[in-house]
Nanobody, 125 residues
């Protein structure tokens, strides 16, 4: 069993930055792919970014490419999402998710086994 806790959300002006954290407890992250997803009010959940369990590959949605960076700190059992040049359309609840030995099609949310409770990101114009 893996418990995921997101943190780092908040209110920021357009053009600003935030770093989200996804901390895992229960088991090490080393064998898990971790993805970030977001859901804005009235919209479906969408993929943001993911890193494979081996750390060898990362994926980004086109809407965040070149602005967001996903990274891991195995010593802290934490995955980060650094978000730069934030836009009002990035406003959403951000969730992290994990799947054991995930490597392919990490943009598919249904394959993830564990989900966090979410953290709100609000970008003002």
């Amino acid at each position: 069993q893996v418990q995921l806790v997101e943190s780092g959300g908040g209110l920021v002006q357009a053009g600003g930055s935030l770093r989200l954290s996804c901390a895992a407890s229960g088991r090490t992250f080393r064998s898990y792919a971790v993805g970030w997803f977001r859901q804005a009010p009235g919209k479906e959940r969408e993929f943001v970014s993911a890193i494979s369990w081996s750390g060898s590959s990362t994926n980004y949605a086109d809407s965040v490419k070149d602005r967001f960076t996903i990274s891991t700190d195995n010593a802290k059992n934490t995955v980060y999402l650094l978000m730069n040049s934030l836009k009002p359309e990035d406003t959403a609840v951000y969730y992290c998710a994990a799947v054991l030995f995930g490597q392919r099609e990490l943009w598919v949310g249904n394959q993830y086994t564990y989900w966090g409770q979410g953290t709100q990101v609000t970008v003002s114009s």
